[in-house]
Nanobody, 113 residues
Framework: QVQLVESGGGLVQPGGSPRLSCAAS????????MGWYRQAPGKERELVAA???????NYADSVKGRFTISRDNAKTTLYLQMNSLKPEDTAVYYC???????WGQGTQVTVSS
């Protein structure tokens, strides 16, 4: 079965640069597009960044130029490098296959001084 385990979140100061990881198993990671999503308190879950199996990427306007999505197919791991964090980036971050409806636990990122 599909398993996606997010890690790397925590309390980060504004301007910080954490990297989130998503360990994937139970499916053929290399042939699937993947995405990072986030859900802030009181808001709907939104797509932050996506990457195709071939490595093409796209980003939400709110994170463009600050976040970088990448993947290591050999390690079946998805990454999200987050730079220049702002308080409005505070959310639970999830990784997922775009067509999948089940969600994992996510990893909390709190941006605060």
């Amino acid at each position: 079965q599909v398993q996606l385990v997010e890690s790397g979140g925590g309390l980060v100061q504004p301007g910080g640069s954490p990297r989130l990881s998503c360990a994937a198993s139970g499916f053929i990671f290399s042939i699937n597009a993947m995405g990072w999503y986030r859900q802030a308190p009181g808001k709907e879950r939104e797509l932050v960044a996506a990457i195709t199996s071939g490595g093409s990427t796209n980003y939400a306007d709110s994170v463009k130029g600050r976040f970088t999505i990448s993947r290591d197919n050999a390690k079946t791991t998805l990454y999200l490098q987050m730079n220049s964090l702002k308080p409005e980036d505070t959310a639970v971050y999830y990784c997922n296959i775009p067509t999948r409806r089940n969600w994992g636990q996510g990893t909390q990122v709190t941006v605060s001084s």
